[in-house]
């Protein structure tokens, strides 16, 4: 992948999460590493829309937080980024957002069950962040998030929001749409009450392993981003 491409893959999930209930008016930013430079990122800028990015408004930033490159200014929040990407060389991409239903799910503390075929992508793999309600502007903040991940693809920032470490930008879009979407079905069936037995540990097993699948997770990220653009 060339950085231009990184780029325009960068502006087209920010359109996608913002169509899929991950906005919150500027709040929320995504970033990727760029493509040959793993020590730097590409980010979605302060005081815009996830759908506002543009190729002239992306920031650049590097593991210490620090803008390198890039006019606009650089969300406060780079920290669950940059300490994200320190510790973890498998992920590519970030994201932090404040879904409604996750949100509801985080601030309940309770674990994410296997009621649904997206919920069973985080059943037994979510970490929780529970030091504080602020925003994440210290480089110690965004460590206590980056440790709260651990191995996980998803951290539950209690009464917040969420972070996800992505494989790669489709993985960490699609995780990130499937962890709203199995939140909102637990939210429906705790307000109903008394839900059926869950299925047994290898059945679930089975199904994680095939909606992880990177191929899987870039067909629905490029469904989506066909969509978006048709809808525009
Ligand atoms: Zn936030």
Redesign the pocket.
Same mark, same amino acid.
Do not use: K, P, Q, T
């Given at each position: 992948m060339t950085p231009t491409e990184a780029k325009q893959k960068l502006i087209d999930a920010g359109l996608v999460l913002e169509a899929e209930g991950h906005h919150?008016m500027t709040? #929320?930013h995504i970033s990727v590493r760029v493509p040959g430079k793993p020590e730097l990122f590409y980010m979605k800028p302060h005081s815009y829309g996830f759908d506002e990015m543009t190729m002239d408004n992306l920031v650049t930033c590097n593991l210490e937080g620090e803008k390198v490159e890039g006019t606009a200014p650089r969300h406060s929040?780079v920290f669950?980024h940059s300490e994200i990407f320190k510790v973890r060389p498998d992920i590519t991409s970030v994201i932090?957002?404040?879904p409604d239903h996750a949100v509801a799910v985080s601030t309940l503390g309770r674990p994410i069950r296997a009621w649904s075929q997206p919920s069973a992508l985080f059943v037994d793999r979510l970490g929780w962040f529970t030091e504080t309600i602020d925003?994440?502007r210290r480089k110690d903040q965004g460590a206590g998030v980056a440790k709260a991940l651990g191995p996980h693809s998803v951290v539950m920032?209690k009464s917040? #929001?969420i972070a996800i470490a992505g494989r790669t930008i489709e993985d960490a879009v699609v995780t990130g749409i499937m962890l709203e979407n199995a939140c909102r079905i637990q939210l429906l069936i705790e307000s109903a009450g008394h839900p059926l037995k869950e299925f047994p540990p290898d059945d679930i097993a089975l199904l994680q392993d095939k909606i992880t699948r990177l191929d899987q997770m870039a067909v629905n990220f490029e469904y989506l981003r066909r969509k978006v653009k048709r809808v525009r």
């Open positions: 919150d709040r #929320g929040e669950i932090h957002s404040h925003l994440i920032m917040h #929001g």
